[in-house]
């Protein structure tokens, strides 16, 4: 009886959530001022959306009993072109992503050095990943991954906060080299007899697991690989491709411009919860990418709480959030009064920077399984806003909703339809900085006509054979870089990934 209440709750959810996202359309036109030609597109792949997740709900089972929570997404296999076996202690894969990206002219009263270009542009990143593993024994295991990037993002992946792909590089600069991206131990301790099981995958080799353990690991690593993981928005090569859609983008994670730092990093898990602490090395200049060895003025702090449950007899889980970062920051306030007061000719944040300065900031996560094929996500994010942006995005406040579904009711079990809304915002000393004409290491356009930048984003993704997946992906952006002298602007893109 209780399984067919909350089947019917969950039908209600499925077609209520299809209303939300219809009325979000209609609302962009009517409350935006957004033109409708410029809506059309996205309209008609959003209502190609809502048409599914409908048809989705109607074939919802009536269970008998909760259904068997899904594993993960940090320890979930990728589907690959080669089989990779769990009866070897050794483990090599890798992967390659394209992304091309596209916008046309948009409107733009005035642009910067640090604007997103306002007249037609086109931009291809690529990243191949080779990933390494060996299990030294039943406990310890050990990774190292080779990775190379290439290519580029539009205007160099400046003037959004919410950039449109997360796999750009944003220093140009950079060698195109191949270099070491992650290279860590992994340390398991167990805490209990009993056993769960774990699916292989390029960071965990251990196909059992304590069901109450301790893990360490220490060495080169991306922190969002294992904070603020989401299993419908978290990968921009088979799900979403926005900064800001990916990852909270209030987060100013510890990180190289390429995504990695050097991190010891513990793990607590117990069953349905779990907590994890990582110390991490921030960069020496703001978007820098050398690391600063001066701990005692430049670290980061990150801590972070997981709660997996079962809601109406589906699995869901949430994620709550601190950090503290200490860098050799500058600080917006007294970039501005230096102006004010003549001692600058312009706002210049690199001017006041000081060893030792903090950021500090929160998060929230979650995710939640509606039936067999759909999934809905969100996430909040706060930072204080009073020193420099310094590793990952101009992002100070952010807001996210979204779903995915699982191309069951047209008989492509492995496709994948999605749609997500995110909100960014800036705090009062950072949208001011801007407004007087400084410029951080992503924005900067001269002015600011201030409002919160809105990014609604869908994508499908294709998958054509064991680890080769194609997608389709369209943004819409609204005041890109906080200005609402500029825009609205449409980026659609293509990705061909593989698995192997």
Known sequence: MTARIGTSVAKFAIRLLAAVF??????????????????????????????LVATASAQIPEPTEPADPPPHPATQAPTTIFEHPDTTRFWLSGQSNVIFQWHPPFHAAYSGSHSLKSTAENA?????????????????????????????????????????????????????????????????????????SSERNPLSLATSLPARR??????????????????????????????????????????????????????????????????????????GI?????????RAENVE??????????????????????????????????????????PDITAHEAPGRT??????????????????????????????TFAFTEVDRSGLVGADLRGTSWHREDDKVGLALSVNGLSNDHREYLALGGQGFILGDGRLNYNTEQILETYYTLHVWRGVFVAVDLQYIRHPGYNRDRGPVIVPGFRFHTDF
Not at 149 to 168: I, Q
Not at 271 to 281: D, K, L
Not at 324 to 333: K, P, S
């Open 22 to 51: 219809v009325g979000a359309i209609v609302g962009l036109e009517r409350h935006w001022r957004v033109s409708l030609a410029g809506l059309r597109p996205l309209a008609r792949i959003a209502s190609v959306i809502c048409l």
């Open 124 to 196: 291809t990143s690529y990243v191949v990943t080779l990933f390494g593993g060996y299990q030294l024994t039943d406990t310890t295991e050990v990774f190292l991954d080779v990775e190379a990037t290439g290519g580029s993002g539009l205007s160099d992946a400046l003037g959004l906060a919410g950039f449109p792909d997360l796999d750009v590089v944003r220093n140009p600069d950079l060698t195109k080299e191949p270099y070491v991206a992650r290279g860590m131990v992994r340390q398991i301790i167990p805490l209990s007899d009993e056993r769960v």
């Open 214 to 287: 301790i893990e360490i690991r220490v060495g080169k690593m991306g922190l969002p690989d294992f904070f603020d993981v989401n299993a419908v928005g978290s990968d921009s090569h088979l799900q979403f491709m926005n900064w800001t859609v990916d990852q909270n983008g209030a987060w100013d994670f510890a990180a190289d411009t390429r995504g990695y730092t050097y991190a010891v990093l513990l793990e607590y898990y117990d069953h349905n919860w779990a907590a994890r602490f990582a110390e991490g090395m921030m960069p020496t200049v703001a978007n």
């Open 290 to 298: 050398h690391l600063d060895f001066h701990l005692g003025e430049a």
């Open 305 to 346: 709480f997981e709660h997996r449950h079962q809601f109406l007899g589906r699995e869901g889980a949430v994620h709550l959030l601190a950090y503290v970062n200490h860098a050799h920051m500058g600080n917006y306030r007294q970039a501005i009064d230096a102006f004010r007061d003549g001692r600058d000719p312009v």
């Open 359 to 388: 950021k500090y900031g929160f998060g929230v996560n979650v995710e939640q399984v509606l039936s067999d094929a759909l999934r809905v996500f969100g996430r909040l994010g706060w930072n204080d806003g009073q020193n420099e």
